[in-house]
């Protein structure tokens, strides 16, 4: 995700913050000013917010180590406004492994929730009246954060298991939905319960309070996403990388120029091509990389052409494609046969194309 200051490391996961995380602790600190509030009570404000994204923190470790069981990486965490998101690579199709995975993060609110109720004295809060309890809570002091990191812990606990797809409620929910019908069926129902979600946080959000409204977006985008996701997936069951690849692929030698490569743009619909040299794959250049150096058409190839990149054996599964595209970043790749020889290419345009005959044949 772009702007993001990197934190560091725990577990061999990056962990990351957005730079809107800035525009939270600012419109915390305006919050607390408009309230009255002193320098005491904003400082405390501010310490309250990175406690409690430490432990949003300590709540996608859960996922990712669980997840990590299942021998699924995890790219990074990154923390946003809004909470923060775990870059798994995938989710387990297995029922039982996604229900640990989606339980993990809420287990360890839960844990951090009991860890605080053990310091906290909460039978002294309770016993207070109205505006005595407020004065308390208003008082900048440690024992103060601790009960307001409780009360926190608690509300992520309830928060993340409301069933909205794809939060961590409506992976369970798929979870359980899945034991009793398949996959695809399963995502569907929680996907369509977690928009009605999004729906009501919207109007919500618009009534009360706008991150509600952030909260609706990410909570629709992501079940929408997702839903589109495994059912493509269900579609590609059984199909190999060769029986979607492009197999009348133009090639580039390192020493063609930038020119030619724009008049293969103009003259077909290739977009992306692979460079070889003496038979050997030496690099791909993207369409990118040619219009961001159209004024250089006497420079050649090899100048411009990424050297780094994946290859894909035309007899892997179909699915091996979105897995390397989600980890990898690379939308297009060589295809080898037999001994490492180039046999074509293919690309999200291509397999896209791949996806929507095979709907249309499945309808």
Known sequence: ???????????GI??????????LLIWVV???VRRGGTMATALLNIALILFLFVCVV?????HSLTARRFNIPTKKITLLPI???????????????????????????VVLALLLYLVVPIQTYMSLDA???????????????????LIANVMLVLFNMIPAFPMDG??????????????????????????????????????????????????????YGENQMVKQTSMIEGYLIENAMLTKITLLKPEDTIEQAIELILAGTEKDFVVVDQEKIVGILYQKDIIGHVKFGSMEVREIMKPNFRTI????????????????????FPVTGVGGVLEGAIDMHNVSEFLLIRSQLIN
Not at 14 to 23: G, N
Not at 133 to 138: M, S
Not at 314 to 332: D, I, S, Y
């Open 1 to 11: 995700m772009k702007g993001s200051l990197k934190l560091g490391r725990v577990a």
């Open 14 to 23: 990056k962990i990351e913050v957005h730079w809107t995380f800035i525009l």
């Open 30 to 32: 305006f919050l607390d």
């Open 58 to 62: 300590l709540h996608e470790l859960g």
């Open 83 to 109: 909470g923060g998101v775990a870059s798994i690579e995938k989710m387990p199709e297995k029922p039982s492994q996604e229900l640990l995975v989606a339980l993990a993060g809420p287990a360890v609110n």
């Open 131 to 149: 505006a005595n309890l407020e004065n308390l809570l208003r008082a900048p002091s440690l024992q103060t954060l601790l009960f307001y990191l």
């Open 170 to 223: 409506g992976r369970v929910l798929r979870a359980l939905l899945s034991y009793r019908m398949d996959r695809v069926k399963a995502t569907d129902i929680a996907a369509s319960i977690g928009q009605v979600f999004a729906v009501i946080f919207f109007v919500l959000g618009l009534l009360y309070n706008p991150f509600l409204v952030l909260i609706a977006l990410f909570i629709f985008i992501g079940a």
């Open 313 to 332: 054996a035309k007899n892997e599964a179909l699915q091996k494609f979105f897995e390397l595209v989600n980890k990898e970043g690379q939308r297009f």
